[in-house]
Structures are given as structure tokens and as C-alpha cells.
């Protein structure tokens, strides 16, 4: 096991170039960069990060490496990303029920997909470093009081109270303890035994087995137990019946945060990111020149950029000239939330023109962005349906101009929440008060999500075939 050297902050003198391999800090706050917390006290500032800076890393760049490999498989069309988790994880969330949940719900997933369709899944949780969050406003009002928003837990406190919404650089340090304590967690959840494919009759809930589709999945699961027998009495049996790979993946929004856990990778030199393995850049702060862009230009990890329904050719080629200068097969994915209504004049265009460039990026579908509505009652949320009409319209576009739908990307949760209407459940706006946890996006829940992966698995059978 190699290990990594902190990267020096501001002594370290480069240009922001891209590729230039190293980017101090001082070169990256010089460029402009949206959504980034207010701190009053600066001093405190540069005081956690020093601590930062010291800190083990969180995942190892031999880790991103293969995790690049991974991606250059979706990229050539031979395997499928399952990219879920919250929206925003919190401090609070931390417990082992709910980390397992949410583990169970991407494993259960991941088996519909593998199983249905016959292609390999390349599991990436939104989870352990998801704790920043952009905003479209920076301001609430409540009764007359105007307050900061809420920016996440790394940045400040849901609770509308003006000590709870004051940026706190602080939270960072608890930030980068929460998301280590959750990567073991799913380190030893994955490898531990807990994902050997004979516990996925236990990965159900009740609530999932008294669902429409909870017979289906039973069904599924006995199958692969047939199977795995068959294999083991043949005397044939391997480690992927009982560990599986999960990769963390997050935003990358907190320009301190990010880049004091950038590390010199020892084998080579180059500096990888080390709060994750996948980080993304946002729809809100992908501006070419941004600072976003140069973080991430800058460290050796797989990384995506979220497409929004405004981006043009142009926009995109300039993502490939600066974020994948070499052309590396897996190092850049494309991150489409269009929209359910515009998913289909929007991404085809996009994806011809990428392709006849000659860039080698994998194409990953958020179905959830594009379409959040707010409903009478006020909560955020989305349809079920208008969330899978985009996922038909991603796999419509791809099968149009002969690319590789390579994946989804799904804020969900592991619980029965009632964030999102419909679904088996045929929950309604009046539902949402029931149970409506997140703290920021709204997910499907676990029927909804393993509603979501037995209809994925049909359009990715087709795409296979
Ligand atoms: C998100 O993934 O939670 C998010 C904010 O997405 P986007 O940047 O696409 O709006
Ligand atoms: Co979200």
C-alpha cells in the first residue's frame, strides 16, 4: 500500500494551467468561483485546513485508478454505472441502520441490473463526503426573517435559527470524521460479508416484499441462488459472489475542503483527490475558467460534470479540452439532467457532437434535477414518472445516435421516506408529510428505487443487445 503526501497549500507556487499538476491555493481562490461559504473568521479558516492537510486520506489513489479502469469500461459501452444516495447526507444521519439501508437499497439495485440485463454494474454511492450543497438563492425568508441558506452540513445548520446558519469552518473537520466513519462502514459492510450474494433475500425490507414488484425481486433472488449453487457444486466459486466493489463519490464544491485533502500520490507524483473516489462538478459551477474546473483539472481522479439543460457543443468540448486534455477513457463523465422535456432535443445533439470530436466520456443520466417541482403543500418533489420518461428519453437519445447509455445517477434513501409521488405506492402531494426526512432534494424511496432498477434493466437489456 503506498502512501500519500499532503499537498502543500499556498507555498506551492503554480499556475493555474490546466495540467499543470499541482494548483496552490492561492491559485485557486484567484479564480472566480460560485457558491462558496462566507467565513467570518479567516484565521480559523487556515487553522482547520492546516489540520486537514494532516489527516490520513480517505481513499487511496490506487483505488481511483481502478476506478478510472471501471469507467473506461462504461465509456466503451461493456459496462453500467449506479450511481445513488442522498441528495445531502447530515451529520445526524451517521448511524449504522441507515448507512446499511442505503447499502442494501444500491446492492439490491445493482443485482436487478447485473441479473436482468447481463451487464456489469459499477457501483459509485452518493455517500461519505455528500455534505455541500449548491444553492439557487442564498437567502431564506421565513415570517418576515431572512437568513443564510442552507448549505449543507459541512457549511452550516438546517435549523432556521441565525447561530444554525452562520458558515462554520469548523464543520469541515466533523465533514471529513463522518465520511471516514461511513467509508468503514462500507468497506466492512461490502467486504465483510454482508454483500455476498446469498444475503439478497435479506437486503429486502417488508416494505419492499409487500411491494408490487416485491414478489419480482424474490423471484430474482431465488434465481441467483439457483445459479450460485449450480456454480459452487461445479466447484466453481469466487470472491465477487461475496464482496463487491462501492466507490464514494460526492460534489466537489468546497474548494478548501477539496483541496486540503489533495495529496501527492508517492508512486507517481501526481496529486489525486483524496475525500472520495469520483468527485463532480455541478450545473451551477461549471463555468470554463472557474475554479471548480481547475480543482478538478488538477487531480488524477475519475471525474464527471453535470449537464444541465442549457449547455451547449461548444461547453462541453470545452469540459474535454480541460478536464481530459489526453483523451483518457474513464476519466471524464458527462452527468445529463435535462429534463424530461427536453431530454430529447437537447442531449442527441450534444452526444453527436462530443462523439464526432472524437472524446472518449462516459454519458450518465440524473433523472432527478431536471425535474423537481414544488407541490401545493410546499415540499420539493418530483414524479416518478417524469423521472422515468427522462430515463427512456437518455436511452432513446443513445440508441438514436448509436452511443452507450452508460448509466444512472439517483438520489435515493434506504427508507420508506415519501419524498417523491407515485411509484407501486401511487403516493400522492397528500402523502409527502408522512415521512419527508431529506434536507434538501427529495429521493425515491427503497420500493420506488427497486421499482426504478426492474424498469432500468429492461431498457438496458435492449441497449445490450
Ligand atoms: C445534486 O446532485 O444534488 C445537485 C445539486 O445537482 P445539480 O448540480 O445537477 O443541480
Ligand atoms: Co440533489
Given at each position: 500500500m503506498h502512501v500519500s503526501a499532503p499537498l502543500p497549500g499556498a507555498e506551492v507556487g503554480s499556475t493555474p494551467t490546466v495540467g499543470a499538476g499541482v494548483i496552490s491555493l492561492e491559485d485557486l481562490r484567484s479564480l472566480p468561483a460560485e457558491q462558496q461559504p462566507e467565513y467570518a473568521d479567516s484565521e480559523r479558516v487556515d487553522q482547520v485546513m492546516a489540520e486537514l492537510r494532516l489527516l490520513p486520506p480517505l481513499v487511496f489513489a490506487g483505488e481511483c485508478d481502478t476506478l478510472t479502469d471501471r469507467m473506461a469500461q462504461v465509456a466503451r459501452g461493456e459496462a453500467f454505472v449506479l450511481q445513488g444516495g442522498d441528495c445531502a447526507e447530515t451529520l445526524a444521519g451517521v448511524r449504522a441502520a441507515s448507512i446499511r439501508n442505503t447499502l442494501r437499497t444500491l446492492l439490491s439495485m445493482s443485482v436487478v441490473l447485473t441479473y436482468a440485463a447481463g451487464v456489469p454494474v459499477v457501483k459509485l454511492g452518493r455517500i461519505a463526503g455528500q455534505y455541500a450543497k449548491p444553492r439557487s438563492k442564498p437567502t431564506e425568508t421565513r415570517g418576515g426573517v431572512e437568513l443564510p441558506a442552507y448549505r449543507g452540513d459541512a457549511v452550516n445548520g438546517f435549523p432556521f435559527t441565525a447561530a444554525d446558519r452562520a458558515h462554520d469552518p469548523d464543520r469541515l473537520l466533523r465533514v471529513y470524521n463522518a465520511s471516514a466513519a461511513t467509508l468503514n462502514l462500507v468497506r466492512a459492510f461490502t467486504q465483510g460479508g454482508e454483500a455476498d450474494l446469498r444475503q439478497v433475500h435479506a437486503w429486502n425490507s417488508a416494505f419492499v416484499a409487500a411491494s408490487p414488484l416485491g414478489a419480482s425481486y424474490e423471484r430474482l433472488a431465488r434465481e441467483i441462488d439457483r445459479a450460485i449453487g449450480f456454480m459452487r457444486a461445479c466447484g466453481i466459486d469466487s470472491p465477487a459472489f461475496s464482496q463487491v466493489d462501492l466507490y464514494s463519490s460526492h460534489e466537489a464544491l468546497l474548494l478548501e475542503y477539496e483541496h486540503a485533502m489533495t495529496r501527492i500520490d508517492s508512486r507517481t507524483g501526481i496529486p489525486y483527490n483524496t475525500s472520495g473516489h469520483f468527485l463532480w462538478i455541478g450545473e451551477r459551477t461549471r463555468q470554463v475558467g472557474g475554479a471548480h474546473m481547475a480543482l478538478l483539472a488538477n487531480v488524477a481522479n475519475p471525474i464527471g460534470v453535470k449537464l444541465g439543460p442549457t449547455t451547449t457543443l461548444e461547453q462541453a468540448l470545452d469540459y474535454v479540452r480541460v478536464l481530459n486534455p489526453d483523451n483518457v477513457p474513464g476519466r471524464l463523465t458527462f452527468i445529463t439532467r435535462m429534463g424530461a422535456a427536453n431530454i430529447r432535443s437537447v442531449l442527441p445533439p450534444l452526444l453527436r457532437g462530443v462523439t464526432d470530436a472524437g472524446a472518449e466520456v462516459a454519458w450518465i443520466s440524473d433523472p432527478m434535477h431536471g425535474n423537481t417541482y414544488e407541490a401545493e403543500s410546499g415540499y420539493k418533489t418530483r414524479r416518478f414518472d417524469d423521472v422515468l420518461d427522462e430515463v427512456y428519453g437518455f436511452f432513446e437519445a443513445h440508441a438514436a445516435e448509436g452511443t452507450w447509455p452508460g448509466g444512472v445517477h439517483v438520489e435515493l434513501s434506504g427508507e420508506e421516506v415519501t419524498e417523491c409521488v407515485g411509484g407501486g405506492y401511487q403516493l400522492?402531494?397528500?402523502?409527502?408529510?408522512q415521512r419527508y426526512e431529506s434536507v434538501c432534494d427529495p429521493r425515491l424511496n427503497r420500493a420506488q428505487s427497486l421499482e426504478m432498477a426492474f424498469l432500468v434493466a429492461d431498457m438496458l437489456a435492449k441497449a445490450a443487445r
Open positions: 400522492v402531494e397528500g402523502d409527502l408529510a
